[in-house]
């Protein structure tokens, strides 16, 4: 891989541009595999929540929790969730969301393509270096007194 810049080059590069593209790259990169199995981001995040909960989740709580994920806001999630329950994705009883058959076999599919997404985005990058970028990355959010977190 050619990089943009040589070392001292590179030390002097800004990370608020590096973190933002990485972040526009990885992103878009993962939406569009996801939309080739017809869905959104936030979609499958409720179908993966879903998956490890076979009692089910409480609608609101659940759209609570995600909604800190790339900001997209407990409104956007509801919407999220109301288009999965409008395509028999997911069924709502007694208050709880749970998958459907179909949303069940779509999930793990979208599970396999997530499995692939991740070895394509670690391609070539030993886990130590990837630890470390990410232990940089909460360092300097820390710095700078920011919050990050996922779940």
Same mark, same amino acid.
Do not use: C
């Given at each position: 891989?050619?990089?943009?810049?040589?070392?001292?080059?590179?030390?002097?590069?800004?990370?608020?541009?590096?973190?933002?593209?990485?972040?526009?790259?990885?992103?878009?990169?993962?939406?569009?595999?996801?939309?080739?199995?017809?869905?959104?981001?936030?979609?499958?995040?409720?179908?993966?929540?879903?998956?490890?909960?076979?009692?089910?989740?409480?609608?609101?709580? &659940?759209?609570?929790?995600?909604?800190?994920? &790339?900001?997209?806001?407990? /409104?956007?999630?509801?919407?999220?969730?109301?288009?999965?329950?409008?395509?028999? &994705?997911?069924?709502?009883?007694?208050?709880?969301?749970? /998958?459907?058959?179909?949303?069940?076999?779509?999930?793990?599919?979208?599970?396999?393509?997530?499995?692939?997404?991740?070895?394509?985005?670690?391609?070539?990058?030993?886990?130590?270096?990837?630890?470390?970028?990410?232990?940089?990355?909460?360092?300097?959010?820390?710095?700078?007194?920011?919050?990050?977190?996922?779940?």
């Amino acid at each position: 891989m050619d990089y943009s810049h040589d070392d001292a080059g590179l030390v002097r590069q800004p990370i608020g541009y590096w973190a933002w593209a990485a972040q526009d790259a990885v992103v878009t990169y993962i939406r569009a595999r996801l939309a080739e199995v017809g869905l959104s981001q936030p979609q499958w995040w409720v179908l993966s929540q879903l998956a490890g909960s076979p009692g089910g989740r409480d609608r609101a709580e &659940l759209a609570d929790f995600l909604q800190g994920y &790339l900001k997209v806001g407990t /409104l956007t999630m509801l919407d999220e969730i109301d288009t999965l329950l409008d395509r028999d &994705l997911v069924t709502e009883e007694n208050g709880l969301l749970t /998958l459907t058959p179909e949303g069940a076999e779509l999930q793990a599919r979208a599970a396999e393509r997530q499995t692939a997404v991740r070895a394509t985005i670690h391609a070539d990058i030993p886990d130590e270096e990837y630890v470390r970028t990410l232990k940089t990355l909460q360092r300097m959010i820390h710095n700078v007194n920011g919050s990050a977190w996922h779940h």
